[in-house]
Each structure stands twice: as C-alpha cells, then as structure tokens.
C-alpha cells in the first residue's frame, strides 16, 4: 500500500490536493478524494499523508 508522497520543490501552498488514481474500476466510481497534506515552507516539500492506494490492484502507472 502507498501511504505517503512527498514532492520536492514545490513553491507555494497548495490549496487542496486530490488523491486520484486510474484501476480497473468504471468510472465515475475511480478514486478522486481530497487527500490530507502538510506542506513545509522551509524545504520546499508537499507530504500528501493518509494514503491507502494498493500497488497492486490493476493500477495503470503513467497515465491520469
């Protein structure tokens, strides 16, 4: 399970982030939530927290 993303260099606060991903499931029952995150001014670093995207569940990487 993917539980944690941290993206580097980024340079403002995000306002909201979504947590979507593309699976086998039809849409519009696909993952699009509004996903918990902590951003640290200092460093530059978005944590999008409280994650559970399975890894192996029919995800197709690369795509959106």
């Known amino acids: 399970m993917i539980d944690e993303i941290v993206i580097l260099n980024v340079t403002a606060c995000p306002t909201a982030v ?3 991903w593309v699976n086998n499931t039809p849409e519009p029952a ?3 939530v509004s996903a918990l995150f902590v951003y640290l001014p ?3 670093e978005l944590h999008i927290i ?4 399975p890894v ?4 197709t990487y ?3």
């Open 18 to 20: 979504l947590n979507t």
């Open 30 to 32: 696909q993952g699009i």
């Open 42 to 44: 200092t460093t530059l």
């Open 50 to 53: 409280d994650l559970n995207i």
């Open 56 to 59: 192996d569940d029919g995800l």
């Open 62 to 64: 690369g795509q959106s």
